[in-house]
């Protein structure tokens, strides 16, 4: 029984960590699907943001010349795109996602898929008008 018990509280330990967003991912391009970019998830005071870490198409030392505000001629290596996000049940939303190849700001909304891919999805006002990504994990 106690094996049992043991067997259990890892199983449920080791869904939980699955379900977490946190962590590196691989972007894709949508028709290509060449690899993009490198990106961090992380968790600050319990709401989520995500930041280039590298990118697959353009110099290590690239700045977004698109970019506005503060960002504007930042590097593109650092550059935080994923701003505000907030758990929700199965999805993390109330954020904004910022495109740094038009330096455009969208709303934004991120959901784990089942096979383990993110679903990013920006958009304007209603999210029936946007684009949605999928992101992949990176494994080590």
Not at 46 to 61: L, T
Not at 85 to 93: F, M, S, V
């Amino acid at each position: 029984m106690k094996l049992f018990g043991l067997f259990c509280l890892f199983l449920f330990a080791n869904l939980s960590l699955a379900q977490n967003i946190t962590g590196e991912w691989e972007t894709y391009d949508d028709e290509t699907q060449e690899k993009k970019a490198l990106i961090n998830i992380y968790e600050s005071n319990g709401k989520y943001f995500a930041k280039i870490v590298r990118s697959y198409i353009s110099d290590q030392d690239a700045v977004c010349e698109n970019c506005k505000g503060d960002k504007k001629d930042q590097p593109i290596a650092g550059l935080v795109i994923i701003e505000g996000l907030e758990e929700d049940g199965d999805e993390y939303n109330g954020g904004t996602i910022m495109d740094p190849e038009n330096g455009k700001t969208y709303k934004c909304y991120i959901e784990l898929m089942d096979d383990g891919k993110l679903k990013v999805r920006g958009y304007l006002g209603i999210s029936l008008l946007g684009r949605t990504q999928y992101w992949r994990r990176k494994v080590s």
